[in-house]
């Protein structure tokens, strides 16, 4: 499950590249790809203009889908939560009351050099984004 504030650019971009990359390689079947939000603000809005003009020109499939919020109860559905940045982890702990089997990382976490992805929705840098989004899906596929 990735994880932004509003689920509309970085996490749904997110899904997306994972989803593309796990098919690419045949492996769609052995994953459950999601993603939400911890904010109530974007929930019911569609993905952000800019995310979908990126992954387009990428050639990154998308699908009409709607933000969603992060719930307690996904936790016993995923194995991993993935968040875009620091404020995002903090946010999805207290959602979570928690992560007592450290299901819980930033995304970039899994790559050489581990760092927050900026959220788009202020940089307007969708091009940033999407590069640092390949880098931690390609690596996290690497490692599980």
């Given at each position: 499950m990735?994880?932004c504030h509003?689920?509309i650019c970085r996490?749904?971009?997110a899904e997306?590249?994972l989803k593309?990359m796990?098919a690419k390689?045949?492996?769609?079947?052995?994953f459950?790809?999601?993603s939400s939000?911890?904010?109530?603000e974007?929930i019911?809005?569609?993905i952000?203009?800019?995310t979908?003009?990126k992954?387009?020109?990428?050639?990154?499939?998308t699908d009409?889908?709607?933000?969603v919020?992060?719930?307690k109860?996904?936790?016993?559905k995923?194995?991993?939560f993935?968040?875009m940045?620091?404020?995002n982890?903090?946010?999805?702990l207290?959602?979570?009351?928690?992560?007592?089997q450290?299901k819980?990382r930033?995304?970039?976490d899994?790559?050489v050099?581990?760092?927050d992805?900026a959220?788009?929705?202020y940089?307007?840098?969708?091009d940033?984004t999407?590069?640092d989004?390949?880098?931690?899906?390609?690596?996290l596929?690497?490692q599980?």
């Open positions: 990735f994880v509003g689920n996490s749904p971009m997306y590249v593309h796990a390689q045949g492996k769609s079947r052995e459950l790809i999601a939000a911890t904010s109530t974007e019911g809005n569609s952000h203009s800019g979908k003009r992954l387009a020109q990428v050639g990154v499939p009409a889908r709607r933000a919020q992060l719930k109860a996904d936790y016993d995923y194995d991993y993935l968040g940045d620091s404020y982890i903090r946010n999805i207290r959602i979570f009351g928690g992560d007592p450290n819980v930033r995304l970039l899994f790559s050099q581990p760092r992805i959220d788009p929705w940089t307007g840098d969708f940033l999407y590069d989004i390949v880098e931690g899906c390609g690596a596929l690497r599980v």
